[in-house]
């Protein structure tokens, strides 16, 4: 079992940046890949990033929508990845949410754990 809480949502001004975190316990965090899924009013959760590891490194992957925008990284020492987020727009509004799988994926399907998620509002 691994349990997640995010942390470092708010309130911000389109233009600002954040950072969202992500603490995990439970099994072995350096197993897995962890994610970060947003869901705004009225629509689908989402994709935004993940970032695991390979035998070169760290590999990541984010959507289309934040590309540029938004850097995922994470700190096995402290069983926390981050969810840099900049140049905010009021469509990133959302519950953001963190989780945790063995598939290095786009999909939601792909994690087995999930946090209970964070909010983060966008004010124009």
């Known amino acids: 079992q691994v349990q997640l809480v995010e942390s470092g949502g708010g309130l911000v001004q389109a233009g600002d940046s954040l950072r969202l975190s992500c603490k995990a316990s439970?099994?072995?965090?350096?197993?897995?890949?962890m994610g970060w899924f947003r869901q705004g009013p009225g629509k689908e959760r989402e994709f935004v990033g993940v970032?695991?590891?390979?035998?070169?490194?760290?590999?990541?992957m984010y959507a289309e929508s934040v590309l540029g925008r938004v850097t995922i990284s994470r700190s096995d020492a402290e069983n926390t990845v981050y969810l840099q987020m900049n140049s905010l727009k009021p469509e990133d509004a959302a519950v953001y949410y963190c989780?945790?799988?063995?598939?290095?994926?786009?999909?939601?399907?792909?994690?087995?754990?999930w946090g209970q998620g964070t909010q983060v509002t966008v004010s124009s």
């Open positions: 989780a945790a799988g063995n598939n290095f994926t786009r999909a939601a399907g792909g994690y087995e754990y």
């Open positions: 439970g099994r072995a965090f350096s197993d897995y890949a």
């Open positions: 970032v695991s590891w390979s035998a070169s490194g760290a590999i990541k």
